[in-house]
């Protein structure tokens, strides 16, 4: 694996035969998840495609050129050209290998996949998750001695990770950037003595059997399980949105706010999520256009007063996005106005979407315990689930306020509740 820059793209890339490009950016929690899945598939087809890392940051010019506009994004190339689609965001290693089969011959798969041998591993508590509620069940269980995994597609945080700076977190004065309190619960985390596998693909997990399959060759048996899977961003699920993300349509202005310096920003959503980011995006661009369906911001009081007073940001009320469409290096969004159902385009240089959360359980498939309509799952005062030896903590149960406090009760109290079972 070699770090380049854009002088070396000529020779290392386009005369480079077979290559894998990664595009990465500092303080950018899926780029660091992405990393270590990187190395190890550099471990496994390294001697037949080229792995190269580049710092986004110091090589803008080369990333719009290449069309880059989130990070992480990993690009492929064989004899010059690029093949197969590009990846961005949260990237499944999966994902990435798919992709490298299919540039190299069928017997070369064969011989690398022959090299990885599948095995199992058990422990008393498996926590599914590394956000808050799944961190506090960790600290509480690792110090009670049960042996226990905290499994994570993504590196240790969460939302908390993500955020920018949380300032109702009991115990400090000033605001606290959310990536410190995630890096201090995780290191309090692994500290207690659990062990973590984080920045790995869940394949598959069977609640009934309690068995939970990684990277597609590890087999965790677990005899209790934790579900803290948290949220996801809702889509817009309109045309263009797919096809230019990452490629200027973005979830994360931590990840991506800082490419937008002194430009045009859209934001969609008029959320806790959407007024916040929004305040923060200000700090880059030159201008915020939200684009909100309703006639009313719904977030703290503070923020409402700070964004409708903000002389960057501009609010469309009452309007709804219909289509995203790229023309050179700007993004074109349609707007319908909802009461005069007129029609115009805004044109910006990058589109941010915060339009609400949904429950994170399409890991679980059919065998899923009881949830709400929304899918949340519902949890008794111990937080277990309908299943038995199932618990379920943080933002993806069902219940009425959302924040890192109550995650991290919940995760307290389902700790407790399984050491006094199995302890006892
Ligand atoms: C933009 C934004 C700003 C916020 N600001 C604040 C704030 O200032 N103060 C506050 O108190 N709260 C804030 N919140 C809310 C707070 O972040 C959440 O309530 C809290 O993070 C929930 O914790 P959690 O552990 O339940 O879930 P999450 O933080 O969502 O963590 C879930 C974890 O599960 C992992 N995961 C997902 N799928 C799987 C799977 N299949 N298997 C295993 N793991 C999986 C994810 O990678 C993630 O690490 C904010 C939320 C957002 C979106």
């Given at each position: 694996m070699k770090e380049i820059t854009a002088v070396e793209f000529e020779q290392e890339v386009l005369q480079g035969g077979k290559v894998i490009l990664d595009f990465y950016s500092s303080e950018c929690p899926p780029c660091e998840a992405v990393a270590p899945k990187f190395e190890a598939l550099a471990t496994l087809y390294g001697k037949k495609i080229k792995f190269l890392k580049i710092f986004r940051q110091q090589n803008r010019v080369l990333a719009t050129e290449l069309g880059v506009s989130s990070s992480p994004t990993l690009l492929f190339f064989d004899a010059g050209k690029q093949v197969a689609t590009s990846l961005h965001g949260g990237i499944k290693k999966a994902e990435i290998q798919e992709r490298l089969d299919k540039m190299i011959s069928a017997e070369e798969v064969t011989e690398i996949k022959s090299n990885q041998k599948s095995f199992v591993t058990e422990y008393d508590v498996a926590i599914l998750g590394g956000g808050p509620a799944g961190l506090t069940a960790g600290i509480y269980l690792g110090q009670a001695k049960i042996n226990t995994v905290l499994i994570d597609p993504a590196l240790p945080g969460g939302y908390m990770g993500i955020t920018h700076k949380v300032s109702n977190y009991p115990g400090f004065t000033e605001p606290q950037p959310g990536f410190m309190l995630a890096h201090f619960m995780s290191e309090q985390a692994k500290g207690s003595g659990i062990d973590f596998k984080v920045a790995v693909d869940i394949s598959s997990v069977d609640l009934k059997k309690k068995e939970i399959l990684i990277d597609q060759l590890e087999t965790i048996r677990a005899g209790k399980i934790i579900i803290a899977t948290g949220t996801s961003p809702n889509p817009m699920n309109i045309p263009g949105e797919k096809e230019y993300q990452g490629k200027g349509i973005s979830y994360c202005a931590t990840c991506?706010?800082?490419?937008?310096?002194d430009k045009d920003v859209v934001v969609i959503g008029g959320g806790n999520s959407a007024v916040e980011e929004s305040l923060y995006i200000t700090k880059f661009a030159k201008t915020v256009t939200i684009v909100h369906r309703s006639d009313k911001l719904r977030a703290n009081e503070i923020a409402i007063e700070n964004v409708l007073s903000h002389p960057k940001i501009n609010i469309l009320f009452g309007h709804q996005p219909r289509s995203f469409v790229r023309q050179g290096e700007k993004m074109m969004t349609t707007i319908e106005n909802l009461k005069s159902k007129e029609v115009s385009t805004l044109v910006s240089d990058g589109v941010f979407v915060f339009i609400g959360l949904k429950s994170?359980?399409?890991?679980?498939g059919e065998s899923l315990p009881e949830a709400d309509k929304w899918g949340y799952l519902i949890t008794d005062e111990d937080m277990k689930t309908s299943m038995p030896d199932v618990f379920a903590i943080g933002d993806?149960?069902?219940?009425?306020y959302r924040q890192i406090t109550t995650a991290v009760a919940d995760g307290t109290i389902a700790a407790i509740a399984i050491s006094k079972e199995i302890l006892n």
């Open positions: 991506d706010a800082k490419y937008y310096e994170n359980v399409e890991v679980f993806i149960t069902s219940k009425k």
